[in-house]
């Protein structure tokens, strides 16, 4: 006697795999991984039609795809293993500048009260034939406007005497800075602001390392312009 055949017919054999494979992945993943491939590969084999078995060149060409993704996996991990020591070692150098006076892309300014004023540092992507800074104060108060004329493209520095317009000495802390550059009629110059200060500590609880300086600003490690003397 001949024993019945199960899943001669394709459709349903093709169901068998897709319930094979549901099982695998789960209805949330989306992507196999090498133990899964080598489950789904012998799932294949037990729901494949016994009239057409499995072709020898596609099953020899199934476990060639298993080999690379088993050493594509493995190259993952030391990827991702190389990635971490690398910054671990760049997190530990980036601590060093606590402590220490840098400069980065931001548009604070800290004043200290004492009447030396505060260094306003920016830069001209092109020149300018009208720069004006405004210094704004923690509640958003134009405190300051300074027409400083024509500027050259390039980093200018101007210096805030601390004052108000009228002539009132401020009190210290931390003030935005504004810059308004026109060119040739009236056209409008890009300007990259930069502010400097003393780096209080390094945070790293933002999926990325970020300086907090003492003159309020939080910029990533990647606005990092230079460290001062």
Same mark, same amino acid.
């Given at each position: 006697m001949v024993a019945p055949l199960t899943n001669t017919n394709p459709a349903a054999a093709a169901t068998d795999a897709s319930s094979a494979l549901a099982n695998l992945t789960g209805p949330a993943s989306g992507s196999l991984g090498k133990d899964d491939f080598m489950k789904l590969l012998i799932a294949q084999m037990k729901n494949q039609d016994p009239l057409k078995p499995q072709d020898d060149t596609a099953f020899v060409a199934q476990l060639a795809?298993?080999? =690379?993704? !088993?050493?594509?996996? =493995?190259?993952?991990? *030391? *990827?991702? *293993?190389l990635a971490q020591q690398q910054q671990g070692l760049a997190n530990n @150098?980036?601590?060093? *500048?606590? #402590? %220490?006076?840098v400069t980065v892309k931001g548009d604070k300014v800290t004043y200290d009260g004492q009447g030396f004023g505060a260094p306003v540092r920016f830069t001209l992507d092109s020149q300018a034939d009208s720069v004006k800074v405004t210094i704004v104060d923690s509640n958003g108060n134009a405190i300051r406007t300074m027409d400083v004329g024509a500027k050259p493209a390039g980093i200018v520095n101007v210096q805030w005497d601390g004052k108000s317009d009228l002539g009132v000495q401020q009190? /210290?802390? /931390?003030?935005? +800075?504004?810059v308004q550059a %026109?060119?040739?009629?009236? $056209? #409008? +110059?890009? +300007? !990259?602001?930069? @502010? =400097?200060?003393?780096? $209080? /500590?390094?945070?790293f609880d933002q999926g990325f390392t970020q300086l907090v300086m003492d003159n309020g600003v939080n910029a990533p490690a990647s606005d990092l312009?230079?460290?001062n003397k």
């Open positions: 795809q298993f080999s =690379s993704l !088993e050493q594509q996996t =493995s190259t993952n991990k *030391l *990827l991702q *293993l @150098t980036i601590v060093d *500048l606590v #402590g %220490k006076n009190p /210290a802390g /931390a003030y935005s +800075v504004q %026109k060119g040739p009629g009236g $056209t #409008g +110059v890009v +300007v !990259e602001q930069q @502010t =400097s200060g003393t780096v $209080t /500590a390094v945070s312009i230079k460290v």
